[in-house]
C-alpha cells in the first residue's frame, strides 16, 4: 500500500453543493433516476431471511418490476442484501465482499438480527449490529420480513437514491478507520483485506479526516502483499 | 427387532466388569460403564455385535460433579437396538483416549467435542480447531462460559428509541397501532 501523508489531503464536504450549471443538474436526476431503475442484487443469505426472497424475487412480488434483479458476482452487484444472523465467521466474508463491489453501492440489512443480533444477542459467534462494519442504508426489520417489507424496503432505497440520500458508501472511505477499528475488535489486529480501500479512498476523493487513524496504522503494519493463487493442477 | 437377538447382546454385554444396562424400551439400551471399561465395550460391539456405526458422541458438562460425561452413541443395522454407552471423566484434567482406532469416524466428534469442552483426546489424529476457527476465548460450550457476559463485554447495542425513530413517531408515523387493540378478542 501506498504510504499515505496527511497533509496532502483534500477533505471532501458532507454534502456535495448542488452544481451551478441547471443542465447538470438535469443531467445528474437522470442519472439518479436511471440508476435507481437498475439494480443488481447480490443477496448473502446468511439466514433464516433468505427464504422471504424466492416469493419476492418471482412471480408473486415480482422484484423485476422495479428494476432489480439478481446477481451473481460482486463486482457487478449495486446491492448488497444481508438476510440474518452475521456469525463472526462470515462477517469476515461479508466485509471481503462488501469491499469487492463497485462504487456506488448499497447495503441492505434484513431481519432483527442485522439490526442487534436478534434471538442469537446472547450467543458468542454472531456479530450484533452489522452497522459497526460497513454502512447500511436501509434495515427492513422482522423476524422474518414479509415478502411485502421488503418491496416496501427496495422501494424506500429507490426513492433515496432518487432524492441523493443513499450516500452511505461513501461513509466506509470517509471513516474508514472507525469501521477498520470494529472489526479489528472482533477478527484481531492481524485482519486485512485484499482490497486497498484507503488507495480506493483517494481515486474517489473520498479521504477525510476520519479515513485514518490509529487502526488504519496498524493495518499499515501488519499488512502483507498480496500473492497471486498458487495454480496446481 | 427379534427377543433371541436381544438376549444374546445382553448375555454379550455382561462380558464387560461393571457393566449397568437400562432398557429404556424395546430399542434402546442405556449401558453405564466406568471409563475404563468403555474401549474394551466399544470392540465387543464392533467385532462381535455387529455395531458397524457410531452415531455420535455427545458431551455434557456436569459441573457440579466436576466431571464429563460422554455418551456414545452406537447403531446396529442388524439388531435395530440402539445402545448409548454412559461414561463419566473427570473435568480436570479433562483427558480421556480416543476411539479413532474402532470407529474412524470419532475422529470428527472428538475434535468437535475438544472445541467445545476443552476435553483432550489422547490419540486422536487431529485435536485442532474445527469450526470455531476464529475463536480464540475458552471453550464456550463449558458451564463456566457465561455467554451473556462475554457478548455483554464485546459488543455494544443498538437503541431502541432513537431520535430518527421519534422524528417519525411526531409526524404520525412508527407503531401507531398497539398489538393488544387489533387482537379479535380484545
Known amino acids: 500500500m501506498k504510504s499515505t501523508d496527511l497533509d496532502r489531503i483534500e477533505v471532501n464536504p458532507k454534502t456535495m453543493p448542488k452544481r451551478t450549471n441547471p443542465l447538470a443538474n438535469v443531467f445528474d436526476d437522470l442519472v439518479r433516476f436511471c440508476r435507481s431503475r437498475s439494480m443488481f442484487m447480490l443477496h448473502y443469505c446468511t439466514g433464516c431471511g433468505a427464504i422471504e426472497l424466492p416469493p419476492a424475487m418471482t412471480s408473486r412480488f415480482d422484484m423485476e418490476r422495479l428494476g432489480i434483479q439478481p446477481m451473481v458476482t460482486p463486482r457487478q452487484a449495486d446491492i448488497l442484501l444481508i438476510t440474518g444472523y452475521v456469525s463472526i465467521k462470515t462477517l469476515k466474508r461479508v466485509i471481503l465482499t462488501y469491499e469487492q463491489m463497485g462504487s456506488p453501492k448499497y447495503v441492505i440489512g434484513i431481519c432483527s438480527c442485522t439490526v442487534n443480533g436478534g434471538m442469537y444477542w446472547q450467543s458468542y459467534a454472531t456479530a450484533k449490529k452489522l452497522d459497526e462494519y460497513m454502512p447500511v442504508d436501509l434495515y427492513i426489520a422482522g423476524c422474518m420480513p414479509r415478502p411485502e417489507a421488503v418491496i416496501e424496503g427496495l422501494q424506500q432505497l429507490m426513492d433515496k437514491i432518487k432524492n441523493d440520500q443513499a450516500n452511505s458508501w461513501k461513509q466506509y472511505y470517509e471513516n474508514y478507520d472507525y469501521y477498520l477499528g470494529n472489526q479489528q475488535k472482533l477478527f484481531g489486529n492481524n485482519w486485512q483485506t485484499p482490497t486497498d480501500v484507503i488507495g480506493e479512498a483517494e481515486i474517489y476523493r473520498l479521504m477525510g479526516p476520519q479515513t485514518l487513524g490509529e487502526h488504519t496504522k496498524i493495518l499499515q503494519q501488519v499488512q502483507k502483499p498480496m500473492e497471486p493463487l498458487e495454480m496446481k493442477l | ?186
Open chain 2, 1 to 186: 427387532m427379534n427377543s433371541a437377538q436381544s438376549q444374546s447382546l445382553n448375555v454379550l454385554l455382561q462380558e464387560i466388569e461393571g457393566i449397568q444396562l437400562t432398557h429404556q424400551n424395546q430399542r434402546r439400551l442405556r449401558a453405564d460403564i466406568s471409563a475404563d471399561a468403555l474401549p474394551a465395550l466399544l470392540a465387543l460391539l464392533r467385532g462381535r455385535a455387529g455395531y458397524v456405526h457410531l452415531s455420535a458422541i455427545s458431551c455434557v458438562d456436569w459441573i457440579e460433579d466436576d466431571q464429563f460425561e460422554l455418551v456414545y452413541h452406537l447403531w446396529s443395522y442388524e439388531t435395530s437396538i440402539l445402545i448409548s454407552a454412559h461414561i463419566r471423566v473427570a473435568r480436570d484434567p479433562g483427558i480421556y483416549l480416543s476411539v479413532f482406532d474402532i470407529y474412524t469416524p470419532a475422529a470428527f466428534f472428538e475434535r468437535d467435542i475438544h472445541e467445545m469442552f476443552g476435553l483432550y483426546f489422547e490419540g486422536s489424529p487431529d485435536m485442532s480447531k474445527f469450526i470455531l476457527t476464529e475463536w480464540d476465548g475458552p471453550p464456550p460450550m463449558r458451564k463456566d462460559f457465561d455467554s451473556e457476559q462475554w457478548v455483554m463485554d464485546n459488543f455494544t447495542w443498538q437503541d431502541y428509541h432513537p431520535d430518527w425513530l421519534k422524528q417519525i413517531e411526531q409526524q404520525g408515523g412508527g407503531v401507531v397501532k398497539s398489538a393488544d387493540s387489533s387482537r379479535k378478542s380484545s
